[in-house]
């Protein structure tokens, strides 16, 4: 190679890396514009509003929730977050439990944090989103607030106005399920379109269970897959449909056992009603049901036995999770010797299955209460070393508390 072309190619290169340090120095520096959040009330950015010909956004935030977090940092400080939504909204943000923000939970019956609220310049609702979003999707949320044929309030009216093609109601309701808002209402409309045949269909399915927390357990879909499970079974697997009603009596139960209400009459109430459904695992329902309920009620040797019946008929709860939760509920409650071996051996075949700090130290107290110090600070010290690991100072504070106890012989509970 002549001299001529080393020097071109030397500048050749030069150019390139500049090129390249240009390109990178851009890049780093290019997300430096937020969406802009008026410091004003709802009242007053109405009237804004109104004159601007905008929509509003309203970021419904609490203080201490970690994804509300998580989109101030890397959301709404995105350039085409900003950008978009500083184009086409007025944009505030409302913590949800201040005075201001109370009334606004309360007016948009907002369940969960964060909330995105839309409203239109005289303060309805026409969308809304909720959770952790990324850049793009958050985008997606805010065009579908813009555009009248996906925006929430557009279906409401569609719906109001007495559509009910079943397509239609198909897609209502997954709009509706992701914005955490009540659809039972629209998901009985949309099974009065279904034949009995079709209700196998994988679409049913998936609208049957689209909210695992609150599936109706007095529908007819659900009725029917009771009724005809070996076809379910035989279509999405006997584990698969089992697991999916099991859950469903499981959070239905829940939603009765912790209100204020609750007492025994409606216990036995709910009892009755399961029995009457049918369901081939009704005993495995009703034992789980029993487990709460004596845990709520702080019976606790009932509370023992049926958890030692659940271990020994239930697959569910012989899962490392659950069988975790159990033994540290007989750590902290029963006092039965018998039992607490019967949570010895589930903690320890926890701590085999999935290895990780906190069910080696549920492992470690079991074993310290039933007298094996010297295996227990052993047990102990390597959920010390595992904590590590995940770098949480506040757990390993708590578990070097716990490993003092133990070498101080103290007691670990009352």
Not at 328 to 354: C, H, I, T
Not at 376 to 399: D, G, H, M, V
Not at 404 to 412: I, R
Request: a positive charge; charged letters at 30%; one cysteine or more.
């Amino acid at each position: 190679m002549n001299l001529m072309n080393i020097l071109k190619n030397k500048k050749n290169l030069a150019n390139l890396t500049f090129g390249i340090a240009f390109s990178l120095t851009e890049y780093c520096f290019a997300q430096n514009r937020s969406i802009n959040f008026e410091k004003k009330s709802f009242e007053n950015i109405k009237k804004e509003a109104k004159s601007a010909n905008k929509l509003i956004f309203i970021d419904g935030y609490t203080t201490w929730c970690s994804p509300c977090k998580w989109m101030d940092k890397n959301v709404f400080t995105n350039d085409s977050v900003a950008d978009f939504y500083n184009k086409n909204f007025l944009n505030i943000k409302i913590d949800m439990e201040l005075e201001e923000g109370k009334r606004i939970e309360e007016l948009f019956a907002v369940k969960s944090y964060p909330t995105f609220l839309y409203t239109n310049a005289e303060g309805k609702l026409i969308h809304q989103g909720v959770g952790r979003h990324k850049s793009g999707e958050f985008i997606t949320l805010g065009k579908e607030a813009l555009n009248p044929e996906t925006q929430i309030a557009g279906f409401n009216k569609k719906y109001e106005e007495g559509n009910r093609n079943n397509k239609f109601l198909y897609e209502y309701i997954k709009k509706l399920n992701k914005a955490k808002i009540d659809h039972k209402d629209i998901s009985r409309e949309y099974f009065k379109t279904q034949k009995e045949e079709d209700l196998t269909s994988i679409i049913n399915w998936n609208i049957l269970f689209i909210n695992k927390h609150n599936v109706d357990i007095d529908s007819k879909p659900f009725n029917y897959l009771i009724k005809n499970k070996i076809k379910f079974d035989e279509i999405y697997t006997a584990d698969s449909v089992d697991n999916k009603i099991l859950n469903a009596y499981s959070f239905n139960f829940d939603k009765i056992l912790y209100k204020k209400s609750f007492n025994d009459s409606i216990y036995q109430v709910w009892r009755n009603k399961i029995k009457k459904q049918n369901f081939s695992k009704a005993e495995e329902v009703l034992l789980e049901a029993d487990l709460k309920y004596n845990e709520q009620m702080k019976n606790w040797d009932a509370y023992a036995e049926n958890a030692v019946l659940l271990v020994e008929i239930s697959k569910r709860y012989n899962n490392p999770n659950k069988l975790n939760d159990l033994a540290w509920g007989f750590f902290e409650n029963v006092k039965d010797k018998n039992y607490l071996e019967k949570a010895l051996s589930w903690a320890e075949k926890s701590v085999k299955r999935v290895d990780k700090f906190d069910n080696n130290d549920n492992y470690a107290r079991l074993l310290y209460v039933l007298g094996d110090t010297a295996k227990a600070i052993q047990i102990e010290e390597k959920a010390i070393r595992l904590a590590k690991e995940t770098s949480n100072e506040r757990f390993i504070e708590q578990l070097n508390y716990i490993l003092q106890k133990m070498k101080n012989g103290e007691k670990l509970r009352d």
